[in-house]
């Protein structure tokens, strides 16, 4: 995760001493989750949005009595990306479409 800490536009949340299955990574906030998603797939990245908040899935938005804003922005800008563990070849990999990305970022604006 050392490698994806020098890009100012994304922030890798949690302890390093977690052992993720998928990073979470929090966008800055003029970049869209979505759109991150899509790009990392088009690198053969099998990155995604982290779920769906209740209250903008139509089955239980009756129960939200107040727009939760925290909980919105958090989805809009936490993605997953698969954590390649020691294998350096595919933290190479990923570290160069974050490169690509930053390069492209305000392609993927909200």
Known sequence: MNELKAFPFMECIGPDTVPYVK???RLSEEISAQKAVT???????????????????????????????????LWNQVILIPNPVQNKAGISRIADAFRQFSTMKSNYAQ
């Open 23 to 25: 990073i979470p990574v």
């Open 39 to 73: 790009f990392f797939r088009s690198k053969k990245i099998e990155a995604e949005r982290i779920y769906t908040p209740l209250h903008l899935q139509k089955p239980f938005r009756q129960y939200a009595a107040y727009p939760l804003f925290r909980s919105e922005k």
